[in-house]
């Protein structure tokens, strides 16, 4: 029952052109209050990472076109992706995270870079 009762809030909250003012608002995935004193460096880049890429995907979603607000998230997405994956490949003593790391920012890299043409062709 919660779980219906938050999906109807939320969709209310949609419905209601609220959703841009609560992407702006309040710590809308901010990591102010986190205690981040015992991460190491793979973790500090990589929780800032996800902190970019939750503002830059909820930015993306509140283009009016359903299309480029979908394409405009994914970028993002991607983005963090590629951000995350550098995290790893500077700070991972661990040869096999590495390569998975590269890999993984390869293949981001290449999404990353058809989206941006669709978005660039759809304006």
Do not use: C, F, Y
């Not at 219906?4 to 939320?10: C, M, P, S």
């Not at 981040?36 to 939750?54: F, I, R, T, V, Y």
């Not at 550098?86 to 890999?103: F, L, P, Q, W």
């Amino acid at each position: 029952m919660k779980v219906v009762r938050t999906a109807l809030v939320a969709t209310a909250l949609m419905a209601s052109g609220a959703t841009p003012l609560l992407a702006q608002g309040g710590q809308g995935g901010s990591m102010s209050g986190m205690d981040m004193k015992n991460m190491g460096p793979l973790q500090k880049a990589s929780m800032e990472a996800m902190d970019k890429m939750n503002k830059a995907m909820m930015q993306g979603m509140m283009d009016p076109d359903p299309d480029l607000a979908w394409m405009k998230g994914m970028a993002a997405h991607h983005q963090g992706a590629v951000d995350m994956s550098e995290a790893a490949i500077k700070h991972s003593k661990d040869e096999t995270v590495v390569k998975e790391a590269r890999k993984t920012k390869e293949e981001n890299e290449k999404s990353l870079r058809e989206i941006q043409a669709k978005i660039r062709k759809e304006k």
